[in-house]
C-alpha cells in the first residue's frame, strides 16, 4: 500500500522541505561527532571558518562547487526525463579521455581554437557515453539505472588500458598522459582576476567555474523555456501522455542522456583541462555520484543544484580543514555527512513533507 502524495506549495517544497532535510541530517551528523568525543558545535565552526573565513577557502569551495554543478546538473536533466542516472562518473571518465586526447593531438593549434574544442571534444564523449545507454532503455527496454551501473565499470576499465597501454607518458610509473601544453590549459581565476585589480590566492579554481554558472543558466533556459525542454517534463512526467500528444518518448530519453552525459563532461573539462593539465586515473573521484544528492536537493532546479552544489563544496573544502584542526574527524566525517545527506533528502523525503506539512498545515492530499 502506497502513502497519499502531498501536495505542498513550490516555496515550501523548493525551499522548507530541503532545508528540514539538511538540518535534520546535521543534527545526525552532530550526534556522530558527539559520539567520537567532540563538540558539535566547535567543529561546525571550525568547518565553516575553513571553508568560507578566507579568499583561499572561499575559492576552494568554489572550485569544488564547479563540479558538483556539473554533475548535479547532468542527474536533473535525466530525472526531468523520468530518468536515474547515475553514470555521471563513467560519462565524465569518457570525456576526460576525449579532452585529453583533444589537448594532446590538436596542441599545434593555438589557444584561442583549442581550448573550445577540447570543451567540445569533453561535451561530445560525455554525451556519446550518456547517449548509448539512453538508447538500450529506448529501444531494447535495458533499464538505465542497470546499464549506467555497468558502463561506469566499463569506463574505468577503458582508462586503466588506455593510460597505461595507449597514451601514457612515456617511462612515467604512474599510470597519467603527458602534462598538456600551456596554452591548452582553463586560466587559473587568480590570473584571470588579477587585471581587474582583484588579488586571489594560487588555488585550483580555475575558468570552468565560469562555465559551470553558464550551465546553469543554459539549462534554465533548456528546461523551462524551450520547446525541447517541454517536450522532456512531459516524458518524464507521463510518456503515455506525450506519446498521445505526438512526442517520441523514444527520441527525448536518448535526447535528455545525451544531455546529461554532456554536462557530467564538465566535470574532466574542470579536473583534467583545469587542475591537472593531464589525464589521470580516478580523477573523478566520485564527484559523480554526489551529484545525485546535489539533485535530489536541488529538486532539478538549476537554482537548487547550483546552492547544494555550494553547501557540497562547503562541505568538503570544510571538512579538509576540519579534519587538520581535528584529526579524530577525519574526511570520513565528510562522506557519513553527505551519505546522511543524501539519505535524507532522497528517501525520507516524504517523511519531511509531511512533517512540513503537519507543523505549517501546508498540505492537502493530492
Known amino acids: 500500500m502506497s502513502a497519499t502524495p502531498i501536495d505542498l506549495p513550490r516555496w515550501a517544497d523548493a525551499g522548507l522541505v530541503p532545508l528540514v532535510s539538511v538540518a535534520a541530517a546535521l543534527v545526525v551528523a552532530g550526534l556522530v561527532v558527539i559520539g567520537i568525543g567532540e563538540s558539535p558545535l566547535e567543529a561546525t565552526t571550525l568547518l565553516l571558518r575553513g571553508a568560507l573565513g578566507s579568499a583561499e577557502g572561499i575559492s576552494f569551495t568554489l572550485y569544488y562547487t564547479t563540479n558538483f554543478i556539473f554533475t548535479g546538473l547532468a542527474v536533473a536533466v535525466a530525472f526531468h526525463a523520468g530518468l536515474f542516472n547515475i553514470g555521471g562518473e563513467g560519462q565524465a571518465t569518457i570525456a576526460g579521455i576525449f579532452v ?3 589537448c594532446l593531438w590538436l596542441a599545434p593549434l593555438p589557444g584561442i581554437l583549442l581550448v573550445p574544442l577540447a570543451i567540445l571534444a569533453a561535451a561530445a564523449g560525455g554525451a556519446l557515453y550518456g547517449f548509448i545507454p539512453g ?17 561506469n565499470f566499463i569506463a574505468a576499465t577503458l582508462s586503466v588500458y588506455l593510460l597505461v597501454e595507449v597514451i601514457g607518458k612515456p617511462g612515467s610509473m604512474q599510470a597519467e598522459t603527458p602534462e598538456f601544453a600551456r596554452h591548452a590549459i582553463l586560466t587559473p581565476m587568480h590570473e584571470l582576476l588579477a587585471p581587474l585589480g582583484l588579488k586571489l590566492p594560487a588555488t585550483p579554481l580555475n575558468s570552468a567555474f565560469l562555465l559551470a554558472l553558464a550551465a546553469l543558466v543554459a539549462v534554465w533556459a533548456l528546461i523551462y523555456r524551450s520547446r525541447l525542454g517541454y517536450a522532456i517534463r512531459t516524458v518524464g512526467a507521463n510518456p503515455r501522455a506525450a506519446a498521445y500528444a505526438g512526442i517520441s518518448p523514444a527520441r527525448i530519453i536518448m535526447v535528455a542522456m545525451a544531455i546529461s552525459g554532456a554536462l557530467a563532461g564538465g566535470l574532466a573539462v574542470n579536473e583534467v583541462m583545469g587542475v591537472q593539465h593531464r589525464l589521470l586515473l580516478d580523477f573523478t573521484a566520485g564527484y559523480g555520484f554526489v551529484g545525485i544528492a546535489v539533485a535530489l536537493m536541488g529538486r532539478g532546479h538549476p537554482v537548487g543544484v547550483g546552492l547544494a552544489a555550494l553547501l557540497f563544496g562547503v562541505l568538503y573544502q570544510g571538512g579538509a580543514e576540519l579534519s587538520f584542526d581535528k584529526p ?11 551519505g546522511v545527506i543524501i539519505l ?3 528517501a525520507l523525503d516524504g517523511l519531511f513533507r509531511r512533517l512540513v506539512a503537519g507543523l505549517l498545515r501546508l498540505g492537502r492530499p493530492a
Not at 579524530?328 to 553527505?338: K, L
Open 100 to 102: 585529453a586526447l583533444a
Open 328 to 338: 579524530s574527524i577525519t574526511r570520513d566525517m565528510v562522506v557519513v555527512i553527505g
Open 135 to 151: 538508447w538500450l532503455q529506448a529501444t531494447r527496454g535495458s533499464h538505465v539505472v542497470i546499464t549506467t551501473i555497468m558502463f
Open 344 to 346: 535524507f533528502a532522497g
